[in-house]
Nanobody, 125 residues
Framework: QVQLVESGGGLVQPGGSLRLSCAASGRTFSSTYAWGWFRQAPGKEREFVAAISWGGGVTYYADSVKGRFTISRDNAKNTVYLQMNSLKPVDTAVYYC?????????????????WGQGTQVTVSS
């Protein structure tokens, strides 16, 4: 059984930064895989934030976070990161990491096979 565990969420003031991490544990993946980050605000649908391929050479970002968020990964640690800068109140949401065993990073949540439990990010003064 594979488990994805996020960490790094919390309360931050507008303009501040947070770094989310997500580590895979348990039975290791037998093939290469892409990572994705999604978020869900209260009363809204889950939305795509960012994704990255196995080698890190392909990344995708939602327009709303482009230039402010950076996704990266450490395959030796089975971990993905989301560096979030210049945070805004609209970024407040539960953030989820997900793994796609087809290693084709993209914005559709249906293609991801494993999901973390989520970590709360609150941007407020």
């Amino acid at each position: 059984q594979v488990q994805l565990v996020e960490s790094g969420g919390g309360l931050v003031q507008p303009g501040g930064s947070l770094r989310l991490s997500c580590a895979a544990s348990g039975r290791t993946f037998s093939s290469t895989y892409a990572w994705g980050w999604f978020r869900q605000a209260p009363g809204k649908e889950r939305e795509f934030v960012a994704a990255i391929s196995w080698g890190g050479g392909v990344t995708y970002y939602a327009d709303s976070v482009k230039g402010r968020f950076t996704i990266s990964r450490d395959n030796a640690k089975n971990t993905v990161y989301l560096q979030m800068n210049s945070l805004k109140p609209v970024d407040t949401a539960v953030y989820y990491c997900a793994a796609d065993l087809s290693n084709v990073p993209g914005p559709s949540p249906e293609r991801y096979h494993y999901w973390g439990q989520g970590t709360q990010v609150t941007v407020s003064s």
